[in-house]
Structures are given as structure tokens and as C-alpha cells.
């Protein structure tokens, strides 16, 4: 049985009704067979389709977990975490908020690996530029493709 299993619901499993409180947050445990170490996982409320990579905000004017794809340079702290895998609108599901992930990029530079990652248009990053500090949400593992939304493997810190 998944360690996830515990709280009745899988990381994975999303529904269109709530299963737990909205900003429930779950920390996996690191696995032997990948050392990407302990991943922590908050619940939300899709207000919009998400697909796998996309950074997830705070909804405008919502004290609530409800999260909507990042529309361009937003502070990380309004940053719940990144879909790693598809949430339809007005569904219920996990997102990554700390931990080794998956994450789309924006820029088709394939010029990502070791670079801190800042918030962008359409769900996605780039790699940070001077004045966006307050936006880092990742730091890059490796190059994405050169085609937008790309994904690559990134560190993902997402406070909010």
C-alpha cells in the first residue's frame, strides 16, 4: 500500500469534490530508488484546467487554497506549488509545493540547468532576470527542450 494511502487519497487522485481541508499539506517521505529526498504535497482547488508543470497561484482577492496558473511575474509567496499532473477546472488535487519536481518552462533557450527559476506567463518559468528575485519559485537540474512549455526537473520551493 502507498504511504499516501494513509490520509485516504493519493497524491495522484483528483475528484470533483473536496476529500480533505483545502491547504492540507502532505510530506512523502524520501524514496531509496530515486534520493530526491522528502516532497511536500498541498491540496487545492483547481479554478482553471492545470496541467503537469504549470506553477500554481493564489485565485485574485481568495483567502482560500484555490490556485490558478501564474499569468506573469507574481511574487513566489502567492505561489502554492506546481501541478505534476493533470486537475481539471473546479477539481480537487494535490500540487508540489517543496521538493524535486517537474516544471514548465517558458523560453525556448534550453538554457535552464543550474539556474533559479522565476514565475512567468501561462503557468510557466524562466530563468530569473534581474528584479525578479522576489518571483523564484525553482532552481533548474537541467535544460529543458527548446520548445515553450517544456518540462525539466527542478527544485521547487513554492512558500505560498
Known amino acids: 500500500m502507498s504511504s499516501t494511502r494513509t490520509m485516504g487519497i493519493g497524491v495522484t487522485d483528483v475528484d470533483t469534490s473536496a476529500k480533505l481541508p483545502l491547504g492540507f499539506e502532505y510530506h512523502e517521505p524520501s524514496e ?13 482547488e483547481a479554478g482553471e ?13 481568495t483567502t482560500t487554497h484555490k490556485g ?15 501541478a505534476q ?22 523560453d525556448t533557450g534550453a538554457d535552464q540547468d543550474e ?13 530569473m532576470a534581474a528584479g ?17 512549455g517544456a518540462l525539466l526537473t527542478a527544485w521547487i520551493n513554492c512558500p505560498g
Do not use: Q
Open 32 to 44: 531509496g530508488t530515486n534520493d530526491y529526498g522528502e516532497r511536500v504535497w498541498v491540496y487545492i
Open 68 to 82: 490558478i496558473k501564474t499569468t506573469g511575474a507574481i511574487a513566489a509567496v502567492r505561489c502554492f506549488g506546481v
Open 115 to 127: 539556474d533559479p527559476l522565476a514565475t512567468a506567463a501561462d503557468g510557466r518559468v524562466d530563468v
Open 85 to 106: 499532473h493533470t486537475i481539471a477546472s473546479a477539481s480537487f488535487g494535490f500540487i508540489l509545493k517543496r521538493g524535486m519536481g517537474e516544471i514548465a518552462v517558458e
Open 132 to 148: 525578479e528575485e522576489h518571483c523564484v519559485v525553482a532552481h533548474a537540474t537541467e535544460d529543458a527542450a527548446a520548445s515553450a
Open 49 to 61: 484546467a492545470l496541467a503537469e508543470g504549470e506553477v500554481v497561484m493564489r485565485a485574485a482577492s
